[in-house]
């Protein structure tokens, strides 16, 4: 997997710049990328939750699967072979008390919820997606795939031309053409980076790995 710093010297390259952006300010706009884009691909993985007897409710988030967007599939109890998967179910629903299903509380999920009365001993595992994880140290590394990372340059270069642009409109000092075209920059990256997304989300992004260009006025600075 890439690092942090492999990750900004890939933006750095892109900006064709290695001193205007400061580390820190690179960093930044690369989280925001990893934030963006779990929410089309997210990560996935799975967690093995202790059961204590007769307790049907369990804590997601903070206590365990940490940093849940959504819950796949739930696994009851945990190591049998075949494996047993419980059903979701309302858990206002008559048939929910004592029946092999589960349901959740919270968007995202922030609790589990058992048909079934646990014994403790016993374990749930719960596979679920979340958000691909921040990097803050120079040798984190990002769990986001290597071929997808030409997504986090294109977005760090448009939040880099919205910069630009926001800049320029409080203390102006170029022409007012010029002006209004860092605008025009930031909106045709952030297209850019939308599609860039869904050509990942078709498929064809290992059929079509040519670079995104850029003309004359395409420039971020």
Known sequence: MTTLAQIRAIVREV??????WPDATLNVWINQAIRDYSHYFPDYATEAIPCVTDDTTYALGATYAAGIISLIRVEYPDGETPPRYLQRLNDGSQFFLNGPYYDIR???????????SPTTGEY?????????KALSANADATTVPDRHLEALSIFCVW????EIFATEEIDPDT???LVSQMGLNAIRYERIYRNKIAEYQSGSASE???P??????????
Do not use: I, N
């Open 175 to 177: 022409r007012e053409f």
């Open 208 to 210: 079509r790995s040519g």
């Open 159 to 162: 939040k880099a031309a919205e």
């Open 106 to 116: 919270g968007d995202p999920p922030e609790e589990l919820r058992l048909g079934e």
């Open 124 to 132: 749930v595992e719960v596979s679920y997606t979340k958000a691909h």
């Open 212 to 221: 995104w260009g850029m003309d004359k006025y395409g420039q971020v600075y």
């Open 15 to 20: 900006l064709a710049d290695t001193t205007q």
